[in-house]
Structures are given as structure tokens and as C-alpha cells.
């Protein structure tokens, strides 16, 4: 089965750029999106079809998606953007979520 | 607006089918392209997709659950239905639905209903 890799954690600090990694074989010939988890709400979409951000998600939300990693990017990391991230991409009709990224700033 | 809302019991005996409600309002699963999908998350730990419904009828399953899973929907009530037989305590989790909306070449969950918490203990 398929299978997406993240680290499980990334610190940055305030107003730096967080980058969050997503790892699966061929990744970048699949489409990926984000979401954003923070604690005891569900998750909310950030990115999708790899860079693309749903309306309301601010700019400094970012995706890219190349080769077998897909990233996404947090320019000017803010206090309130602390949260669990996973990826997602479809295995033919099958969705499949990475293990989540907490995002520490501090 | 687009809401999606999770009901079922909260607590159920290991060995006990557990049967989920997702109820939704602001789009019809009768439009071309559209589906929903049951998500479950175990306290601390990550998302997990269970099962997918399209507006044409056609299922699936997650490799790992599918001898113990069941989506079906009622497109009059706005309603899908997810069963999950069999039930342990490791099933113990936060269950979500989600509508998934089409794009070129894929589709992402872009509303989640808040989630139903399920509890399997005796």
C-alpha cells in the first residue's frame, strides 16, 4: 500500500519559514494538499491540488510538489499557525494521509 | 453554506457493530463529482480515511478495514451511513465526514463536519 512519510516535528521560530516535508514514492506524479489541525478542532484544508490555497487561507500558505517529496511552506510563521499538518494524496481511488507534522513555534 | 454533522453513539462493547450518521446540508451528493468520506483519529495519533461515497453510488473501502466496513447514502435525507463491524477498543477514536470536492484530475476534503467521539469499552 501506499505510504507518506513526515517528520514528526518542526520548530521555527516567529516570523521565520517553516517548511514541512511530505515523502512517497513518485509523489510529485500524484496531487497533493494540506491540512491543519490545531487541538480539539478537525482539520481544515490549506493546500490542495499541490500549491493552490481554498479561499480565506492566508498568503503566507505555500505547496510545491516534485519528484517524491511534496512541501509546504509557512513564510512569516505566526504564533497562531502552531498546529499538526498532514498531507494527503490519492493511491488510485484511495486516500492516504501522512502521520502529521507538529509545528512548534517558539 | 456547506455544514456536515457526525452522529452515532458514544460508547459501544467490543464485538458490537457501530453505526455513523453523517448529515449534510449546502450541497447535493446527486451532483456530478461530488463525494464524502468518513475519517477516524485515535486520541493523539493521526488521521486515518475509512471509506469514500460518490454521487454515483460507487464505494471504497481502506485496504486494512474493508472486510468491516459499510458506506451507504440516502441522497433524500442527505445522509451517509458508515458501519463498522466488530468493533475493539482500539477503534476508539474521533470519527469526522467530510465532503470531498472535485478538481481537475483529483479531489480534497474541503469541509469537515466537527466530528463524533466513539468509545469501545465493556
Redesign the interface.
Known sequence: ?YELTQPPSVSVSPGQTASITCSGDKLGD??A?W?Q?KPGQ????VI??DS?R?SGIPERFSGSNSGNTATLTISGTQAVDEADY?C?A?DS????????TKLTVL | QVTLRESGPALVKPTQTLTLTCTFSGFSLSTSGMCV?W?RQPPGK????LA?IDWDDDK?Y???LKTRLTISKDTSKNQVVLTMTNMDPVDTATY?C?RLSP????????V????TTVTVSS
Open positions: 500500500s500524484k496531487y494538499c491540512y489541525q478537525s482539520p481544515v484544508l490542495y491540488q493552490t481554498p498532514y494527503q490519492w481511488s484511495i486516500v492516504v494521509f501522512g502521520g502529521g | 468520506s475519517i493521526a488521521l486515518e480515511w469514500r471504497y481502506s485496504t486494512s469526522y467530510a478538481v481537475a484530475g483529483t479531489a480534497y476534503m474541503d469537515w463536519g466537527k466530528g
